[in-house]
T-cell receptor, first 114, second 112 residues
Framework: EPEVTQTPSHQVTQMGQEVILRCVPI?????FYWYRQILGQKVEFLVS????????KSEIFDDQFSVERPDGSNFTLKIRSTKLEDSAMYFC????????????FGDGTRLSIL | QKEVEQDPGPLSVPEGAIVSLNCTYS??????FMWYRQYSRKGPELLMY????GNKEDGRFTAQVDKSSKYISLFIRDSQPSDSATYLC????????????FGKGTKLSVIP
């Protein structure tokens, strides 16, 4: 069964450093998403991406964050200057269409900021 | 008032029991409702996906949506130890917004 793949599974970074989280969405999917889950809290929406553009973003997704689809298969989330509060699980998701098709999630990248 | 509320549990049941998991929500614009299962150190895995009010059944799982009460449920029949996981409800309006709003998740343990 096709799945969303995320790398790395765990990333440890010094505060202030840049980090790039990578995702390979399901191949025929057109919509891509990033969510995060701080330990003990809800899964929160960050951003959605369609047709090489951000279609929606939350208040969390400030100027420190950016997303890119650098080629036909990868979808990345970059955090420019990491803060301690960026420590969380980051999940990538993809869907075939917008809302009529459900979102499928990867297993996440655990980001630890020291 | 929190947008989506879900009892975090933990909920512990014997094998074979019927499990009932619930979420309430406040945003009447929500039209699409999902249940995800999350095992430890894994991502959310889609279980059920429903639109508007009504019931949907898939094997041992039944999802119910009551939009008039802003209440959704997931029933698991003949629960198995392999059902032990955290269950997340999620929803979206679909009206130009596809972001999912999640509940906090209910941790379920099925005891053999």
């Amino acid at each position: 069964e096709p799945e969303v793949t995320q790398t790395p599974s765990h990333q440890v970074t010094q505060m202030g450093q840049e980090v790039i989280l990578r995702c390979v969405p399901i191949s025929n999917h057109l919509y891509f998403y990033w969510y995060r889950q701080i330990l003990g809290q809800k899964v929160e929406f960050l951003v959605s991406f369609y047709n090489n553009e951000i279609s929606e973003k939350s208040e969390i997704f400030d100027d420190q964050f950016s997303v890119e689809r650098p080629d036909g298969s990868n979808f990345t989330l970059k955090i420019r200057s990491t803060k301690l509060e960026d420590s969380a699980m980051y999940f990538c998701a993809s869907s075939e269409a917008n809302v009529e098709q459900p979102q499928h999630f990867g297993d996440g990248t655990r980001l630890s900021i020291l | 008032q929190k947008e989506v509320e879900q009892d975090p549990g933990p909920l512990s049941v014997p094998e074979g029991a019927i499990v009932s998991l619930n979420c309430t929500y406040s945003n009447s614009a929500f039209q699409y409702f999902m249940w995800y299962r999350q095992y430890s150190r894994k991502g959310p895995e889609l279980l059920m996906y429903t639109y508007s009010s009504g019931n949907k059944e898939d094997g041992r799982f039944t999802a119910q949506v009551d939009k008039s009460s802003k209440y959704i449920s997931l029933f698991i029949r003949d629960s198995q130890p392999s059902d032990s996981a955290t269950y997340l409800c999620a929803m979206t309006s679909g009206a130009g917004s596809y972001q999912l709003t999640f509940g906090k998740g209910t941790k379920l343990s099925v005891i053999p």
